[in-house]
């Protein structure tokens, strides 16, 4: 079946870059995406990829995936204390149905 | 101004009471879903409709009924409520699929 993981924790100090990275299973992904979520807060889609690309890049954030060892990564350039939350990667199909990882907790620590 | 909003924002409640929560979207959305976090904070998604028709029902008990009664609306009632059913409930909405916004999230507590 579908399964995607993430390591649980992350810590990095303020003004360094953070990566994230997100394994999944499924070979017929077509989207990825990457969700961040704020204590006590809904989730926030923070970008997506689309799988026949290896990179996408949207300001301070950078996706990367290799679709060969279907593994997924996000990178915070300079990562500031309000970057602190959960960050969940999802995959699917080309359907609606989202499958969640286990999220990451990031901690910035000053 | 909310693009999705849902009420209530808790909600404890004792077991085998029968409950609901409401979902509202202003994005003009064609899709809506529930999704049910658990307390590791594992998310998996539990129905989605399209323009008030059922589209995903991802093997979630009877006691779980989704109602819409048009597209900007999504509630989702519960009946004789366990404590397993105690978790976040989210809803979301979308136009394009890769594209799901989501609500604040309901904290229910079953006692």
């Known amino acids: 079946g579908e399964d995607v993981e993430q390591s649980l924790f992350l810590s990095v100090r303020e003004g360094d870059s953070s990566v994230i990275n997100c394994t999944y299973t499924?070979?017929?992904?077509?989207?990825l995406y990457w969700y961040k979520q704020e204590p006590g807060a809904g989730l926030q889609l923070l970008t997506y990829i689309f799988s026949n690309m290896d990179m996408k890049q949207d300001q301070r954030l950078t996706v990367l995936l290799n679709k060969k060892d279907k593994h997924l990564s996000l990178r915070i350039a300079d990562t500031q204390t309000g970057d602190s939350a959960i960050y969940f990667c999802a995959e699917s199909g080309n359907t609606d149905k989202l499958i969640f990882g286990t999220g990451t907790r990031l901690q910035v620590f000053p | 101004d909310t693009a999705v909003s849902q009420t209530p924002k808790y909600l404890v409640t004792q077991m085998g009471n029968d409950k609901s929560i409401k979902c509202e979207q202003n994005l003009g959305h064609d899709t809506m879903y529930w999704y049910k976090q658990d307390s590791k904070k594992f998310l998996k998604i539990m129905f989605s409709?399209?323009?008030?028709?059922?589209?995903i029902n991802e093997t979630v008990p009877n006691r779980f009924s989704p109602k819409s009664p048009d597209k900007a609306h999504l509630n989702l009632h519960i009946n004789s409520l366990e404590l397993g059913d105690s978790a976040v409930y989210f809803c979301?909405?979308?136009?394009?699929?890769?594209?799901?916004?989501f609500g604040p999230g309901t904290r229910l507590t079953v006692t």
């Open positions: 499924d070979s017929s992904s077509t989207y």
């Open positions: 979301a909405s979308s136009s394009r699929f890769y594209e799901q916004y």
């Open positions: 409709y399209n323009n008030k028709e059922l589209i």
